[in-house]
């Protein structure tokens, strides 16, 4: 093998690891530890003067090894920008979930969440595993917009 | 004879050592009898001034041979440390679960459980089966807080 060959060799070689350091998709995924199902909601009037969220369920996809640290769900008002978490989970702190697999499904809760009748929001997903230096926003709805309410609330308190 | 008295106090040092660890294992297997899946939960704003919390399946498991004698979620409120039963269970008195096998995962609750609104919580969950002398602490979630507002 002639020197020449050999300092081919060598300069691919190079070019190659200098190439796969620079892989920025390696880096991307190691990053962001946690993901989530798209998330679906809408709002309803659950009576005459009360507006409801409803949120579908959803599946969190944490990396192989991770735990889930904790979950939010926030509401935005379009309106205003204003937002404000409307739920927050935590695991249990000695076998936080998933405890198979990487993904954890949370059940429904029975109620739904609060709104204000006549707004419009977007609610997005936040979350956190193990290995995530902070939350990351997993997922948003497009705007909702929550019915006005019926007549009756325009009425007399007393006839109501 | 020295030979014969050296392998009688050796055969009886190892049959002392012997009976002792395998007493020790039982005590050790009678403390606990009943263990649960994880406890996970979270609080929400069901409505103004309504806050809920909601704590998802769980699973008890028992020893073989051992019923749930109870089991309760408690609520502590972190700022001040005040503990609240907020779900005390107990299953038939003649019939007590696990009718089959040793697990018994208790449905869900309809309406949650209720929390005053802006306060941050833990949940743990205790039960005691009959082979245990008192309730044990089964679980404990990460400190959640309930919202202030409704959006």
Do not use: W
């Amino acid at each position: 093998m002639s020197l020449k060959c050999v300092k081919s060799i060598i300069l691919i070689f190079l070019v190659c690891i200098v190439t796969l350091s620079l892989e920025p998709k390696a880096n991307a995924r190691g990053a962001v530890n946690i993901y989530a199902s798209p998330i679906q909601a809408g709002c309803y009037l659950a009576r005459h003067d009360l507006c409801k969220i409803h949120v579908d369920p959803f599946t969190l996809s944490l990396a192989s090894g991770e735990k889930l640290v904790s979950f939010q769900l926030i509401t935005t008002r379009i309106s205003t920008g204003m937002q404000r978490v409307i739920y927050d989970f935590r695991p249990d702190v000695s076998n936080p979930v998933p405890f198979f697999g990487d993904t954890y499904t949370p059940s429904s809760v029975a109620k739904d969440f609060a709104a204000t009748c006549g707004q419009i929001y977007t609610l997005s997903l936040q979350g956190q595993g193990t290995s995530d230096p902070n939350t990351y926003n997993l997922g948003t709805t497009g705007q909702i917009t929550c019915p006005a309410g019926t007549y009756y609330i325009n009425l007399p308190l007393i006839k109501r | 004879m020295k030979p014969r008295i050296l392998i009688l106090s050796g055969i009886f040092l190892a049959l002392t050592i012997v009976f002792s660890l395998a007493f020790r294992s039982n005590q050790a297997k009678a403390e606990v009898n009943i263990y649960a899946s994880p406890v996970q939960a979270g609080c929400y704003i069901a409505a103004p001034h309504d806050c809920r919390i909601h704590v998802e399946p769980f699973t008890l498991d028992l020893v073989s041979g051992t019923k749930l004698v109870y089991f309760q979620l408690i609520s502590i409120n972190s700022s001040n440390g005040a503990q609240r039963v907020i779900y005390d269970f107990r299953p038939d008195v003649s019939n007590p679960v696990p009718f089959i096998g040793d697990t018994y995962t208790p449905s869900l609750v309809t309406q949650d459980f209720a929390a005053t609104c802006g306060t941050a919580y833990e949940i743990s969950l205790q039960g005691q089966d009959t082979g245990d002398p008192g309730p044990f602490n089964l679980g404990l979630t990460g400190q959640f807080t309930c919202p202030a507002v409704a959006p």
